[in-house]
């Protein structure tokens, strides 16, 4: 079964850092570019960028590029997201579902949360 | 960007055939794939995937749902409407980069 787990999120303050991990399973993960999305509050869902199944290229948001890293650890099945100065507008739900064929999401975890508030 | 638009509600009676469009702001085709996805998320649930290239059914979907369009405007069908189909729908265009969302079409049983 695959299972995709998102952690590492809560509420943080404005301007404070933060990093997400996402644990695969089920499938390989090593096989597959892996992206993080976001939905807000209001339900919008926004891309945030991806990354080779080798960890040797990288997309992002334009918005956010300057403020987001996305890495992987092959070996441990784990991608992550270091999230830097943060905002309010970044209050979202974050998922980290797999990409195919660099086109759309296979598989989806149920998502965590992150808070910006102080 | 590519923006993609949706009607925010629609509501359909059970049994009963639902159509939901997704508009691109350009063309998201090329001369072999038409790059428009679909996505069903019930409340308190991740999104899943329903249909990619615009018309390919995923794994495990039932074939009541299917898509169909290309260029600019794309439809999702479900015939019948069931219950459990109660949920918010989501176009996704990976034409180019940065990849999109439509802003979710919520559907109601009448």
């Known amino acids: 079964e695959v299972q995709l787990v998102e952690s590492g999120g809560g509420l943080v303050q404005p301007g404070a850092s933060l990093k997400l991990s996402c644990v695969a399973s089920?499938?390989?993960?090593?096989?597959?570019?892996m992206s993080w999305v976001r939905q807000t509050p209001g339900k919008t869902m926004e891309w945030i960028g991806d990354i080779k199944y080798d960890g040797s290229y990288t997309n992002y948001a334009p918005s956010l590029k300057n403020r987001f890293t996305i890495s992987r650890d092959n070996a441990k099945s784990t991608l992550y997201l270091q999230m830097s100065n943060v905002r309010s507008e970044d209050t979202a739900t974050y998922y980290c579902p797999a990409l195919r064929s660099m086109d759309y999401f296979d598989y989806w975890g149920q998502g965590v949360m992150v808070t910006v508030s102080s | 960007d590519i923006v993609l638009t949706q009607s925010p509600a629609l509501a359909v009676s059970l049994g009963q055939r639902a159509t939901i469009s997704c508009r691109a702001s350009q063309s998201v085709s090329t001369s072999s794939y038409n790059l428009m996805h679909w996505y069903q998320q019930k409340p308190g649930e991740q999104p899943k995937l329903l249909i990619y290239d615009a018309s390919n059914l995923a794994s495990g979907i039932p074939v009541r749902f299917s898509g169909s369009g290309s260029g600019t405007d794309f439809t999702l069908t479900i015939n019948p409407v069931q219950a459990d189909d109660i949920a918010t729908y989501y176009c996704q265009q990976s034409r180019e980069l940065p990849l999109t969302f439509g802003s979710g079409t919520k559907l109601e049983i009448k």
């Open positions: 089920g499938f390989t993960f090593s096989d597959y570019w």
